[in-house]
């Protein structure tokens, strides 16, 4: 048994932040910030909206396209879901209850099990290998993953190295057993991680390791803070390991590929991968443009976009690829 990407849906909020906007309260502009990461402008959650509530808009979407994209033409029940799987690094609640569990309540999905998965800007690559298995191995026949993230609620809005950078939304993928006799499916995955890199990206107080005190914790501290030329290193270097592993296990080569479709952090990123590798950057689809790094969300908001204009069809070839905090990293390899 094989198993593919049913469907896909992804939700973005209204609100619409713009380099212009940023400079009126950092000291920035909007030249320095798309030369130095293509980004010219991100969405912005309401402050009433936290990642569960931007993650069941993405999910009901998913839900909604499934008869439309799916080879068998079928609608899905979604008390035939058996499981959520929900990649966040900016979840309702600290450590517990899980995010997933908030979600699948607002679905009104009654059996599923529920469970964050915690890979910052890796969460959706690692979300879907495990769904992968899940199906493959009969274990659940239909895997709701959902990549959620409101990075306005933890940025340093007085950090302009770090707060130009992020934005809100939310993607979702419903994974099932790929149709008798379609060729779509979710072939591999690499996975890996740079633990030693912990102190380059991540929110230093907080949790247990650093609990916040009244009146003692730092503030700064308690938002995201970056190293951003190791993350810079650390990401170009991971885009070329996880591509070649991936062409290298599957027998196939760069040309084989219709589409590569990068985390959205830094168009930086992107260009430096190609330049070292003489890869073609017009294989890479980004649109950190519009929507800057929503993390764990940003793959399958990518995905849906190349749906919605005709960029990606069933029988492509895509490699995915994700890096972020942890340090961690991967990439999957699927026909669409």
Not at 1 to 20: C, D
Request: glycine share 10%; hydrophobic share 40%; net charge negative.
């Amino acid at each position: 048994m094989n198993a593919y990407i049913r469907s896909l849906g992804a939700y973005l909020p209204r609100r619409i932040m713009t380099n212009n906007d940023l400079a009126k309260v950092v000291d920035t502009s909007d030249e320095w910030i798309f030369s130095h990461t293509g980004i010219r402008e991100r969405r912005i959650a309401e402050p009433e909206q936290a990642a569960s509530d931007l993650g069941v808009h993405a999910a009901r979407a998913a839900l909604e396209r499934g008869t439309l994209l799916s080879p068998d033409g079928q609608a899905i029940d979604p008390q035939d879901i058996d499981l959520i799987l929900l990649a966040t690094s900016t979840p309702d609640y600290i450590g517990l209850p899980s995010t997933a569990c908030v979600v699948q309540d607002r679905l009104g999905i009654e059996k599923a099990g529920a469970v964050d998965m915690v890979a910052a800007c890796s969460g959706f690559i690692y979300a879907l290998e495990t769904a992968r298995n899940y199906v493959e191995s009969g274990s659940a026949r239909n895997v709701l993953v959902i990549g959620a993230e409101v990075y306005s609620k933890i940025v340093n809005w007085k950090d302009r190295s770090t707060c130009v950078l992020f934005g809100d939304g939310a993607g979702a993928a419903l994974v099932s057993p790929s149709p008798e006799g379609s060729s779509s499916r979710i072939m591999r995955s690499v996975l890996g991680s740079r633990g030693s890199g912990v102190e380059h990206l991540l929110r230093k107080a907080g949790g247990t390791r650093k609990a916040f005190v009244p009146g003692e914790t730092p503030e700064e501290e308690l938002y995201l803070s970056m190293n951003g030329r190791q993350v810079y290193i650390f990401a170009v270097q991971a885009i070329i390991d996880t591509i070649k592993e991936l062409l290298e296990i599957n027998g196939l080569t760069f040309d084989q590929i219709d589409h590569v479709v990068p985390h959205q952090a830094n168009r930086r990123i992107i260009e430096a991968s190609c330049k070292r590798t003489g890869w073609p950057e017009e294989k890479f689809f980004m649109n950190m443009d519009r929507f800057a790094n929503t993390s764990a969300a940003s793959i399958p908001i990518a995905l849906d976009e190349m749906i919605s204009k005709g960029i990606l069809t069933r029988g492509q070839t895509v490699l995915t690829i994700g890096f972020g905090s942890g340090l961690t990293y991967g990439g999957n390899l699927l026909v669409f």
